[in-house]
């Protein structure tokens, strides 16, 4: 009787528990764009106004809109190499095309995130002077996994 209860409460404390670590997980991946900068390190300290809150939420809806071609190009040319490394016999020249033509497009998302930096810096010019490399920290996209690409 005893080892029936004891079976009984640490089913439904196993319970209990996951219930309330599924629950935790998704009140800090509610989407509120009000507070994902309070994520962020390299935003750490950094006391903003509603308006320019506002204003990065629009610039990072830009840059992760005018950047969404070049990541697909990026994703696809990945795949592409991939699938050649997975050939039995692997066609070097074609391997190193593909490799090329990921490092034009990984230049041009550089340089794409450099303005868009610079932009961000414009509304605020105490971001990313945390000591943090922009980027770094996948906490500040509301749990998106965008690869690299901040």
């Known amino acids: 009787m005893k080892r029936l209860l004891t079976g009984k409460s640490l089913a439904v404390l196993a319970a209990l528990a996951i219930i309330g670590s599924a629950t935790v997980a ?5 989407g509120d764009d009000r507070r994902w900068h309070n994520r962020c390190p390299h935003m750490q300290g ?16 830009k840059f992760h809109s005018i950047t969404q071609d070049v990541r697909q190009q990026l994703h696809e040319k990945e795949l592409f190499l991939r699938a050649e490394f997975a050939k039995k016999n692997p066609d ?18 550089d340089q794409m995130r450099l303005e868009h930096r610079l932009e961000m810096k414009k509304i605020d010019p105490a971001l990313g ?3 943090h490399r922009w ?9 998106k996994q965008y690869h690299r690409f901040h």
């Open 129 to 131: 002077s945390g000591g």
């Open 46 to 61: 950094i006391q903003l106004t509603d308006e320019q809150i506002q204003k990065l939420n629009e610039e990072r809806a």
């Open 26 to 30: 998704a009140a800090d991946r509610r």
């Open 92 to 109: 070097a020249a074609a391997a190193a095309s593909i490799q090329k033509e990921i490092s034009e497009l990984n230049s041009k998302m």
């Open 135 to 143: 980027g770094d920290n996948r906490e500040c996209r509301n749990g």
